[in-house]
């Protein structure tokens, strides 16, 4: 059972998933569905100004969603817009879609299709790993770091050097 106030519970993600398993019915036939996997949002939280950030798990994908706490109206020229948005590890492309009932939501794909997960529980698993990957600054290790600093030290030339100017 999750804690009150879990953000998996929030009403928009419940509308979300409730969109995804209207979906469904339509999707079964195709070879990219798999019956092992149920539709579910895995780890939703507070992101950026008045979003929700998680990974919504369907028979047919794996996806990493940002979900306006308010409702964006339906745009059918936003559809299929790829947008940068940046996480903690790094910048990624998150394309926008959405639907009459719930408006405006942006995805990027973790996997898709998901037929390699044939475990219960792997591909909850693997949303979870995947989340805390790109939730998590990445490390800088003292390789990486020294490297950092001689790429600096390498940028300044004898001009800089001489006339002080350390940005030029």
């Given at each position: 059972?999750k804690p009150?106030?879990?953000?998996?519970?929030?009403?928009?993600?419940?509308?979300?998933?409730?969109?995804?398993?209207?979906?469904?019915?339509?999707?079964?036939?195709?070879?990219?569905?798999?019956?092992?996997?149920?539709?579910?949002?895995?780890?939703?939280?507070?992101?950026?100004?008045?979003?929700?950030?998680?990974?919504?798990?369907?028979?047919?994908?794996?996806?990493?969603?940002?979900?306006?706490?308010?409702?964006?109206?339906?745009?059918?020229?936003?559809?299929g817009?790829?947008?940068?948005?940046?996480?903690?590890?790094?910048?990624?492309?998150?394309?926008?879609?959405?639907?009459?009932?719930?408006?405006?939501?942006?995805?990027?794909?973790?996997?898709?299709?998901?037929?390699?997960?044939?475990?219960?529980?792997?591909?909850?698993?693997?949303?979870?790993?995947?989340?805390?990957?790109?939730?998590?600054?990445?490390?800088?290790?003292?390789?990486?770091?020294?490297?950092?600093?001689?790429?600096?030290?390498?940028?300044?030339?004898?001009?800089?050097?001489?006339?002080?100017?350390?940005?030029?």
């Open positions: 059972m009150s106030g879990d953000p998996d519970d929030h009403p928009r993600v419940q509308a979300l998933i409730e969109l995804f398993q209207r979906i469904d019915a339509g999707m079964r036939d195709l070879p990219i569905y798999n019956d092992k996997i149920v539709i579910e949002a895995t780890g939703f939280l507070p992101f950026s100004d008045g979003e929700l950030l998680g990974v919504v798990l369907t028979p047919w994908f794996m996806n990493m969603i940002t979900l306006p706490i308010e409702p964006v109206p339906m745009n059918m020229a936003e559809i817009r790829t947008v940068s948005i940046e996480l903690p590890a790094g910048k990624r492309a998150f394309v926008v879609g959405g639907d009459g009932t719930i408006g405006l939501y942006k995805a990027h794909s973790l996997h898709s299709p998901v037929l390699n997960f044939t475990l219960p529980g792997q591909a909850q698993a693997e949303a979870r790993r995947m989340l805390g990957l790109l939730m998590t600054l990445p490390e800088v290790t003292s390789e990486t770091a020294a490297k950092n600093r001689s790429d600096a030290a390498s940028s300044l030339d004898r001009r800089a050097l001489l006339f002080g100017n350390r940005n030029a």
